[in-house]
């Protein structure tokens, strides 16, 4: 795995869940920014799911007008490997195969790597906003809180000195009255 190469996508354009929406958007953002910088492409996008996030990832690719990008998909139920333009022909490994092992490693990694990056920011998300009911505590506030103490809980053990030297005493005075 070349972790220098992941990137971690927010979805910014998609309301609710669609795995297909999300897919396109993602391969849109990605591509559209390799051509800019002229990087190489991968000899292999390989895409976690069925025809659906496939032919997603396809549509996006051939809007950026990059049409000679091989793509394949695996399907997680079946772990039916799928290749672009041989939709109707999926190639079905034995359940034993190190080619077979390797696309699952492959794909349980980018999966491991963005359900990750998502529980992170969840969790993130949620204590910034248990310290942004404290008054006179803003997002900034509460996110330099969270980047150097990690929890709302070691925010609450940690001595007025360890927190006045991360948001000032004026901060400090509101955290404690409110408990924190």
């Not at 309301?15 to 993602?26: H, K, L, P």
């Not at 491991?112 to 529980?119: E, G, I, N, Q």
Request: hydrophobic residues 40%; proline residues 3%; positive net charge.
């Amino acid at each position: 795995m070349k972790k220098t190469d992941y990137r971690k996508f927010i979805i910014r354009t998609v309301e609710g869940n669609d795995d297909f929406a999300s897919m396109r958007e993602v391969i849109t953002r990605r591509y559209a920014r390799l051509k800019e910088e002229g990087v190489d492409r991968p000899g292999l996008v390989l895409v976690d799911g069925g025809l659906g996030q496939l032919h997603a990832a396809a549509e996006a690719l051939e809007e950026l007008g990059i049409t000679d990008q091989p793509l394949a998909s695996i399907a997680k139920r079946e772990e039916w490997i799928y290749v672009y333009g041989q939709e109707d022909e999926p190639i079905i490994l034995d359940k034993f195969s190190p080619v077979l092992h390797l696309v699952q490693l492959v794909r349980d990694e980018a999966h491991r790597f963005a359900v990750t990056f998502h529980r992170t920011r969840r969790n993130a998300s949620r204590l910034r906003g248990e310290l942004e009911t404290i008054p006179g505590i803003g997002k900034k506030t509460a996110t330099k809180l969270l980047r150097e103490f990690g929890s709302v809980e070691r925010v609450r053990q940690a001595s007025d000195d360890a927190l006045s030297a991360v948001v000032g005493v004026a901060a400090v005075k509101k955290l404690r009255g409110a408990g924190c």
